[in-house]
């Protein structure tokens, strides 16, 4: 299964009522929108995408999935 759908979906999906931080990962137009100054994906620019920042991090209360 695709990565964000398995990993993402349940919490940054299109159920509104479950949906955190106001992020829906699974469109394009919402998950590549800025929010606050900072999009999830950053078409061809990873390194200016917050998912990667935070499916790498190290720190426990930044890292995705918790």
Not at 8 to 16: A, I, L, N, S
Request: aromatic content about 8%; hydrophobic content about 30%; some cysteine.
């Amino acid at each position: 299964k695709p990565i964000l759908s398995e990993n993402c979906y349940f919490c940054h999906g299109p159920d509104q009522n479950k949906r955190k931080a106001k992020l829906r990962l699974d469109n394009f137009k919402d998950a590549t929108a800025s929010h606050n100054g900072v999009s999830a994906i950053v078409p061809n620019d990873p390194d200016k995408s917050e998912l990667i920042y935070r499916i790498f991090s190290d720190d426990p209360d930044e890292v995705m999935p918790p």
